[in-house]
């Protein structure tokens, strides 16, 4: 809170004064509000839309490249897999069409055969020949299969049926994984035979292990139970089931993304193997993928975070900078407002007062010679040269209009000053003829007046009314801070050579401590309500501004106040005319 | 010595002269600026005391027509006003001493009299 009130603007807390003659044209906090959020408005959705727009077409992107270089991948891997049954197929059918193969071939030939299939293409493990009725003919490999009866099996019902055949992969009696290849070829005596050839499934699990896939993925094929067919790292071993949904067929490479159980992304892409059992099956962790885009996002929102701050900051800043600007015009025209027209108030009630003492001067003049007159006529008639009463009557009339005399001359002086700008005066007359004014309620009220003006003080050249409005102002304020019977102390010095220094000192209520820096504020009062508008020491202090001067006041509370002014003794006319533009 | 009393304000300026005759002082009084200049035509006068203020002509105005026909008349301003361009117009014409403020203390009025002649 208190970090707060450091940097809270002055508008924050301004409040429109009631009965204040002049108000503020804004509500300062309603304008600083709009600033702030219309330029947020203009200036953060568009920024922030950008970012969201960016960041989806951002993680788009990546995720087609995902989908893309897998579906590249599966078909690059298909295409070897292909290959490889496609190359050992057409070697086979090389076998029976192209080389006179008979059914009832010689085994040492066949194992021959064997070999160099062997040494050119491997993978083979065994060759066999069967019999149309099932029953193995010829038989080159490491077991003795002659004479086994395959009749009742799939595959050889299958062979028989389609020509060609490739087994899912199974451990067979030797329980050893292999995948049996085999053709169904015409035999010379009109009937048929089938080659059958067991395939070694070393040579293409290394082909699908070896992969270095991205985002720990894993390459092998299902058969289209979702029997696994080659080993994988991370999603069970041969011939388990997968726990994988089984694709559905189709006759081009797809991509589709799957949850697991434990909520993980998987990015799936498949490829049925045609003329095969087999769907090869390449799967991706998502997550692993998008870690380059979690490092693009984190900049994103980073960058983004750092934007807004930043131009949340410049809002508040320029915000708070420019109402506060208006603030400040605003409260300056306020004020000069006020000073224009209590000067225009001053200049009103000096052309009343010379009105008036005029008026009266006249009626005056005619007492004083009528008076003076019958005086006259007295002293020249010896017969009433000795009427004291009569006398003193006169005296009393004549000493009356003096008095009246002297008044009216003091309006005249006052109301003068008015009129002009800068003239000669003595400071101590200024003063007397300030105090002149209040020495009646002075009477009333026992407040007792010391004036110590050193002796040889030159005279200024000054401008006298807004001088003996400055002191005017200062010893009222004085006033209505003292009781009766207090003590009011006017002095004026030398300070240096070219300043007075003139000290208003009271024993009254004093200023708290933390009023004292505001008092010379516009609309600072502790008197609102009582007939305080809070602006006697803002303009006068406005005043002593124009006379090039300064104003500072020192109080302790219950013991008085004390304003020090210091003022040049010549008014540079520069000042005084920029100054005066509003008088 | 004659002198030349003009104020508005009858009363004021009967019985200045009044007063200014009981000390020996001989004076006429006029009220206008017209009737001021028939006086100085028919009878020679030493002084004049001129109310700043006059219906149709402003003493200021009437003193300059004064002197500009009778260059050794002497002269003494009145006033019940106050204001700045009156005094500075009056005392620029006679000098601040012979610029006087309403009510005038007849003493003093004889003073700066003699002051004038004597000069």
């Known amino acids: 809170m208190r970090f707060l009130n450091r940097i809270k603007p002055a508008f924050w807390d301004h409040r429109i004064l009631n009965g204040a003659p002049y108000r503020s044209q804004f509500n300062f906090r309603r304008t600083w509000y709009a600033a702030v959020f219309v330029t947020s408005a203009v200036v953060l959705a568009p920024l922030i839309f950008m970012a969201f727009m960016d960041y989806r077409a951002t993680r788009h992107d990546v995720e087609s490249e995902i989908l893309l270089t897998t579906s590249r991948l599966v078909s690059n891997i298909r295409r070897s897999i292909s290959y490889f049954f496609d190359e050992r197929k057409s070697a086979l059918h090389f076998l029976v069409h192209d080389n006179n193969f008979k059914m009832d071939e010689n085994p040492r030939r066949l194992a021959q055969v064997l070999e160099n299939l062997k040494k050119s293409f491997g993978g083979f493990a065994d060759l066999g020949c069967i019999r149309p009725s099932g029953i193995q003919g010829v038989y080159a490999g490491p077991y003795n299969l002659t004479g086994k009866d395959y009749s009742n099996q799939e595959w050889f019902k299958e062979v028989v049926k389609r020509g060609e055949f490739i087994s899912d992969v199974f451990s067979g009696f030797r329980h050893v994984p292999h995948i049996v290849m085999a053709l169904k070829f015409p035999s010379s005596d009109g009937s048929f035979g089938v080659l059958r050839a067991t395939l070694d499934t070393g040579k293409f699990d290394n082909l699908l292990s070896n992969l270095e896939i991205d985002g720990h993925g894993d390459a092998f094929l299902v058969n289209h139970e979702g029997v696994l067919q080659t080993p994988t790292r991370s999603h069970g071993k041969v011939l388990e089931r997968i726990s994988l949904p089984i694709p559905d067929f189709a006759p081009e490479t797809r991509v589709f993304p799957w949850v697991t159980k434990t909520g993980a992304t998987l990015v799936i892409g498949y490829r049925y193997i045609t003329d095969t059992p087999f769907i090869l099956m390449v799967v ?96 020249f008639k010896k017969e009433y040269q000795k009427n004291q009463v009569l006398m003193g009557l006169l005296d009393s009339i004549l000493g009356s209009v003096t008095r009246c005399g002297k008044i009216t001359k003091r309006l005249l ?132 501004e124009q006379l090039g001067g300064t104003i500072n006041v020192k109080s302790e509370l219950n013991r008085g106040t004390t304003f020090t002014i210091t003022l040049p003794l010549t008014i540079k006319e520069k000042e005084m005319k920029n100054s005066c533009a509003y008088s | 010595m004659r002198i030349l009393l003009v104020d508005d304000e009858q009363e004021l300026v ?61 002269f003494i301003f009145m006033t019940g006003h106050g204001s700045q361009d009156d005094y500075a117009a009056g005392s620029a014409e006679t000098g601040k001493d012979y610029y006087l403020l309403k009510p005038v203390n007849i003493e003093k009025l004889m003073d700066k009299m003699k002051k004038l002649m004597g000069r």
């Open chain 1, 284 to 379: 991706k962790h998502k997550q692993e993928l998008m870690k380059a885009w979690e490092n693009t996002r984190k900049e994103l929102i980073e960058f983004l975070a750092i934007s807004v701050a930043f131009i949340l900051f410049v809002i508040l800043w320029g915000a708070t900078y420019l109402v506060t600007r208006i603030y400040e015009s605003d409260q300056k025209l306020i004020v000069s407002l006020h000073q224009v027209e209590y000067t225009n108030k001053m200049a009103s009630i000096g052309r009343l007062a010379a009105g008036v003492a005029h008026e009266i001067n006249n009626p005056l003049a005619i007492i004083n010679e009528k008076a003076g007159l019958m005086k006259d006529l007295f002293l």
């Open chain 1, 413 to 544: 002086g006052f109301a003068r000053h008015m009129d002009v700008s800068i003239q000669t005066v003595n400071i101590e007359e200024v003063i007397r003829e300030v105090l002149g004014f209040l020495n009646k309620e002075a009477e009333y009220r026992s407040i007792r007046i010391a004036i110590d003006v050193a002796e040889n003080l030159p005279n200024m050249d000054t401008d006298a009314g807004r001088l003996q409005q400055v002191i005017l102002n200062i010893i009222n304020n004085a006033f209505a801070a003292m009781e009766n019977n207090g003590n009011l102390r006017v002095k004026a010095v030398m300070e240096g050579e070219k300043d007075i220094l003139l000290t208003i000192a009271d024993d009254g209520c004093g200023i708290p401590e933390t009023d004292l820096k505001r008092v010379f504020e516009p609309f600072f009062s502790t008197r609102t309500g009582k007939g305080g508008t809070g602006l006697g020491l803002s303009i006068t202090y406005g005043l002593i």
């Open chain 2, 14 to 74: 009967e019985t200045l002269a009044e007063r200014l005759s009981i000390r020996r002082i001989e004076a006429r009084w006029a009220t206008t600026g017209d009737a001021a200049m028939k006086f100085l035509e028919q009878e020679s006068f030493d002084l004049a005391v001129l109310d700043v203020k006059l219906p149709g002509i402003s003493g200021i105005d009437l003193h300059r027509k004064m002197k500009a026909k009778y260059p050794d008349l002497k």
